[in-house]
């Protein structure tokens, strides 16, 4: 602290400092500057209990301190990767990319023990060190190398998976706590059983079905993937199947939704190997050759909401109950719906994709524009018939590399890197902004009233 100061009046730091262009000394500018706003934000009170001059001070000294990593990535992000990745020989998953850049570049990222202490606080409580997670991963999604090597990275099988994936041979059977992978003849049955919450999305349920997306397309026994939801707890729901009710927005208030796991993560690894498939052999040029592609197959029983009808977007024939609906209520959240602005207008045209994600309009399966986003609308008691349908019919050999030809058609992996990297940022500002943490504060106090009255 500077003498004569108290934590309401220190000054932020310098305005941001002007980089030379050379990495070493540049490294050193900033981890400076970062230092600099450590020490400041250490003398503050937490977030929790400032004054609004001192979260202005915090504020300030956060944004200088940001400024100087994104001149510094704009200047060195390649090399910087190039350096973390033995110039690409070594491939690290995000949490291993952001752990090696904390270590080697000072500064550039949070510290374990810096995400650690943000994690023991809720969302509206933390000084949003995710963001700066967000700068550099929005940073290396930009550059066509590196973006390009990261998002291989994220498709290899994890080591999970590759660990449990003689038991599924043997067994034909996994479960994986909050996901039950199956093998019936040559379809991969994987059902989402967060029931406790709706199959809402958390950090778990997307490790646990990014594994399970693994073991489906590494057992050569499967041809076609099935998702479907398990019957949930919920009172106007028991024991009726639901497909997912999207980001579970509890978690997100507790500051349990994580950047690196599930924001950018689900992206990169289980919705991104849905679509692309599991990278085996990295080595060859040939996209069909590189990867295990298989079709996939979603059952959507009463709704899909927010995640949950994002990944209806990258399969490749979706089934629903006749009283189902689907929708993307993210501009009433307050957030980004992962790919869905990428995605749907393919599917919808603009006109309609505009009702869902500004309007929030639900689409129900007996609305006419249900056949634009579903394959099939059946009664309940004709869904495991039409399952089994669907994976007979897609079993073809034809089917995967024909698959594989249209999403290189639809969606260049040029045109994916780019939406990434700008929704890694956007997506995390979202997260943290006013508005959201308000908003999810508010619904979090409505259901605790619920819970205390019943």
Not at 9 to 20: K, N, Y
Not at 128 to 150: I, K, N, W, Y
Not at 295 to 306: H, K, S
Request: proline share 5%; net charge neutral; glycine share 8%.
């Amino acid at each position: 602290m500077i003498p004569g100061t108290t934590p309401s009046t220190q000054p932020p730091p310098d305005p941001a400092p002007r980089l030379t262009g050379e990495i070493s000394a540049d490294a050193r500018v900033l981890a400076e500057c970062a230092a600099a706003t450590d020490a400041l934000l250490a003398g503050l009170p937490g977030r929790a209990d400032r004054t609004a001059e001192q979260q202005r001070t915090a504020e300030a000294a956060l944004v200088t301190a940001r400024e100087v990593r994104r001149a510094f990535l704009a200047r060195h992000v390649d090399e910087v990767y190039g350096l973390l990745t033995d110039a690409g020989s070594v491939r690290l998953r995000l949490p291993e990319l952001l752990r090696e850049a904390a270590d080697r570049f000072p500064g550039l990222v949070p510290t374990e023990e810096q995400m650690r202490a943000e994690h023991a606080r809720i969302q509206a409580a933390r000084d949003g060190r995710e963001v700066d997670q967000a700068v550099f991963c929005g940073a290396v999604l930009r550059s066509p190398a590196a973006g390009t090597h990261l998002i291989d990275t994220m498709l290899l099988p994890t080591s999970r998976a590759l660990d449990l994936l003689e038991e599924f041979r043997r067994a034909d059977r996994v479960d994986l706590g909050s996901v039950l992978v199956e093998r019936r003849g040559h379809g991969a049955h994987v059902t989402i059983r967060n029931a406790h919450c709706l199959n809402a999305e958390d950090n778990r349920l997307m490790a646990d079905l990014e594994t399970a997306a693994d073991l489906a397309l590494l057992d050569d026994r499967v041809r076609v993937g099935v998702l479907r939801g398990a019957p949930v707890e919920h009172p106007r729901y028991a024991g009726r199947r639901v497909f997912s009710a999207g980001i579970n927005l509890k978690d997100l208030r507790n500051g349990r939704i994580s950047f690196v796991d599930f924001l950018l993560g689900r992206e990169l690894g289980f919705i991104n190997k849905l679509a692309r498939g599991v990278l085996t052999r990295p080595e060859r040029q040939v996209w069909a050759e590189r990867t295990v592609q298989k079709p996939w197959v979603g059952a959507v029983d009463t709704f899909a909401i927010g995640g949950g009808m994002q990944i209806l977007l990258v399969l490749d024939r979706v089934i629903a109950e006749t009283d189902a609906y689907v929708s993307l209520p993210a501009a009433e959240e307050g957030i980004v719906p992962g790919l869905g602005n990428l995605r749907l207008t393919r599917r919808t045209g603009a006109t309609l994709a505009r009702q869902i994600l500004l309007g929030g309009r639900r689409v129900r399966m007996t609305d006419p524009e249900a056949g634009l986003l579903c394959d099939e609308v059946v009664p309940a008691a004709d869904m495991d018939e039409a399952v089994e349908r669907a994976v007979r019919e897609l079993g073809s050999p034809a089917v995967a590399a024909n698959r594989s030809m249209l999403m290189l058609t639809e969606e260049p992996l040029d045109l994916f890197r780019g939406y990434l990297a700008e929704f890694a940022e956007v997506q995390v500002a979202r997260a943290y902004s006013d508005d959201v943490m308000a908003k999810v504060e508010r619904r979090w106090q409505q259901s605790r009233t619920r819970a205390e009255r019943a």
